[in-house]
């Protein structure tokens, strides 16, 4: 089983950045593809960014499609997403999360089967 622990979140305004990192424990996560979702107050949880397990290729969700980047260091087994031109809407928790299962780049949530514990983004306007 892979441990997963988000950090980066916090407060921002409105056109500012922020990088989240995710950092994988109980084993290397160099054959897996990972993703990040994130959740809403009164909403589902949806599709952010996912990336292969190898780093070539990556998959964005068309609401951050320009504005956000995912990328992975597999010697830190830690997987990045930084996220520029911060909107209120992008204002939610933000998930990790693993699949050893296939290839490719999931954007389905029951893809994935291990999870982080989230960290919460918060922009204003």
């Known amino acids: 089983q892979v441990q997963l622990v988000e950090s980066g979140g916090g407060l921002v305004q409105t056109g500012d950045s922020l990088g989240l990192s995710c950092a994988a424990s109980?084993?290397?996560?160099?054959?897996?593809?990972m993703g990040w979702f994130r959740q809403a107050p009164d909403k589902e949880r949806e599709f952010v960014a996912a990336?292969?397990?190898?780093?070539?290729?990556?998959h964005y969700a068309d609401s951050v499609k320009g504005r956000f980047t995912i990328s992975r260091d597999t010697a830190k087994n830690t997987v990045y997403l930084q996220m520029n031109s911060l909107k209120p809407e992008d204002t939610a928790v933000y998930f990790c999360a693993a699949t050893a299962a296939g290839t490719g780049t999931p954007s389905r949530s029951y893809d994935y089967t291990d999870w982080g514990q989230g960290t919460q983004v918060t922009v204003s306007s």
């Open positions: 109980g084993r290397t996560v160099s054959t897996y593809a």
């Open positions: 990336i292969s397990w190898s780093g070539h290729v990556t």
